[in-house]
C-alpha cells in the first residue's frame, strides 16, 4: 500500500468537494479548482474525508494512487491556504518592480524584461531584489516561479541571477593564474 495513498484527505469546514463524470471539484474560500482522476482510481467522499482506493497492485496502479491522492490534497491546500514560492535577484543593478500586476525586472540585459502573470497568479515585490509569486493551484505557481528563474538563472563563478529563496547555489572556482 501507498504510505501517500491510503492516508485521507481531510476536508476543512468551507471547502466543498464534488466528483462528477471523472473530475473532482474542489471550492473553498479562495477559489475553485479542478482537476481530472484517473478511470481507474477509486475515490470516495465520506465524513468530511476523501479516501483514494486502488483496484490493483500493479506499477501504473500504485503510481497514481499515490499522485492521485497528492493532486486531491494539493487543492484542498490551495483553496483554503494557497501557495507562494518567493524569489531572490543577486547581482549589481538587479531590481524587480511592479506595473500594475505586471513583473517588471531589470537584470543585465539591454532591456527590461516584463512578466505578465496567467489568471490565478499574483506577484509580489518585497525589496528591490525580493519577489514572491502566488496563487491557488500549486502547480502553476511552481511553474511560472520556474519561468522566472530561468530567465537569468544563477551562474556558478558569482552567483549572478535569479535564485529561489533558500537555494544553494554551487560555486566554481574562477582563473588562477600561472606561476
Same mark, same amino acid.
Given at each position: ?90 547581482? $549589481? ?18 532591456? =527590461? ?11 509580489? $515585490? ?14 502553476? $505557481?511552481? =511553474? ?36
Amino acid at each position: 500500500m501507498s504510505r501517500v495513498g491510503k492516508n485521507p484527505v481531510v476536508i476543512p469546514s468551507g471547502v466543498e468537494v464534488k466528483l462528477a463524470d471523472g473530475v473532482m471539484t474542489v471550492k473553498g474560500p479562495k477559489g475553485e479548482l479542478s482537476c481530472p482522476i484517473h478511470a481507474d482510481m477509486n475515490v470516495a467522499i465520506e465524513e468530511g474525508a476523501v479516501t483514494v482506493t486502488r483496484p490493483s497492485d500493479s506499477k501504473p496502479h500504485r503510481a497514481l494512487h499515490g499522485t492521485t491522492r497528492a493532486n486531491i490534497q494539493n487543492m484542498v491546500t490551495g483553496v483554503t491556504e494557497g501557495f507562494k514560492k518567493s524569489l531572490e535577484m543577486v547581482g $549589481v543593478g538587479y531590481k524587480a518592480e511592479l506595473s500594475g500586476s505586471n513583473l517588471v525586472m531589470s537584470i543585465g540585459f539591454s532591456h =527590461q524584461v516584463a512578466f505578465i502573470p496567467p489568471q490565478g497568479i499574483t506577484f509580489e $515585490v518585497t525589496s528591490a531584489t525580493a519577489m514572491s509569486v502566488s496563487g491557488i493551484d500549486k502547480q502553476l $505557481v511552481g =511553474q511560472i516561479a520556474a519561468k522566472i528563474r530561468g530567465i537569468r538563472p544563477p551562474e556558478p563563478y558569482k552567483g549572478k541571477g535569479i535564485k529561489y529563496s533558500g537555494e544553494y547555489i554551487r560555486r566554481k572556482a574562477g582563473k588562477t593564474a600561472k606561476a
